[in-house]
């Protein structure tokens, strides 16, 4: 062999053992960069999952907010309407009841409830107190009940009250005792 087939063969050798190590170090260059891009795709997943939940997290708040705002201001709308319809409820009963005053059954309701009181005192003192209301109807009312009766000074709406001092019982028949207990149960 000449020098120049040894230098050709000795070339090819080098350029193959060359493109060989060239080729590995490029698989290798590859794989480290194909590793990288991998770590580099998962950092970026996680961190891009993690910012999504955030959001979430903080629409989720946002929409809670909204949302009890919304139950509160409803809720305050609703008892306003419920205090609204029920002002206008006792106002119409007070009316009712002022044009019940002025009619005979008034009267004999009256009637029923001192009798009511002087059975339930029995023998013992009683002093039953009417309206000022209804002044005009005491002498009917003391005729009918055969009892003493007493305008009393407050103003109760109609209706009466009793007292029986030996027992220490106080019979409360009156309108706005029994209006305001109406009021308190709605």
């Given at each position: 062999?000449?020098?120049?087939?040894?230098?050709e063969?000795?070339?090819?050798f080098?350029?193959e053992?060359?493109?060989k190590?060239?080729e590995a170090s490029?698989?290798d260059?590859?794989?480290?960069?194909?590793?990288k891009?991998?770590?580099?795709?998962?950092?970026?997943?996680a961190?891009?999952?993690?910012?999504?939940?955030?959001?979430?997290?903080?629409?989720?708040?946002?929409?809670?907010?909204?949302i009890s705002r919304e139950?509160?201001?409803?809720?305050?709308?609703v008892?306003n309407?419920?205090?609204?319809?029920?002002?206008?409820?006792?106002g119409?009963?007070?009316?009712?009841?002022a044009e019940y005053?002025?009619?005979?059954a008034?009267q004999?309701?009256?009637?029923?409830?001192?009798?009511?009181a002087?059975?339930?005192?029995g023998?013992?003192d009683?002093i039953?107190?009417?309206?000022p209301s209804?002044a005009?109807?005491?002498?009917a009312?003391?005729?009918?009940?055969?009892v003493s009766?007493?305008?009393s000074?407050?103003?109760?709406?109609?209706?009466?009250?009793a007292?029986i001092?030996a027992?220490?019982?106080?019979?409360?028949e009156?309108?706005?005792?029994?209006?305001?207990?109406?009021?308190?149960?709605l």
């Amino acid at each position: 062999m000449k020098i120049k087939e040894k230098m050709e063969v000795f070339r090819k050798f080098t350029i193959e053992l060359a493109s060989k190590e060239s080729e590995a170090s490029l698989r290798d260059f590859q794989s480290s960069c194909d590793r990288k891009m991998e770590a580099f795709r998962r950092n970026r997943q996680a961190e891009m999952e993690h910012i999504y939940q955030v959001e979430e997290a903080k629409i989720r708040r946002e929409a809670n907010h909204e949302i009890s705002r919304e139950l509160l201001r409803q809720k305050r709308s609703v008892d306003n309407c419920k205090k609204e319809w029920k002002a206008r409820l006792f106002g119409r009963v007070r009316e009712m009841l002022a044009e019940y005053q002025k009619a005979e059954a008034y009267q004999e309701y009256l009637a029923a409830k001192i009798g009511m009181a002087k059975e339930l005192a029995g023998e013992e003192d009683l002093i039953i107190y009417i309206n000022p209301s209804d002044a005009d109807k005491k002498e009917a009312l003391e005729a009918a009940a055969g009892v003493s009766l007493t305008v009393s000074a407050i103003d109760f709406g109609g209706g009466i009250r009793a007292v029986i001092r030996a027992r220490n019982i106080l019979i409360d028949e009156s309108f706005v005792t029994k209006l305001e207990q109406e009021e308190a149960s709605l």
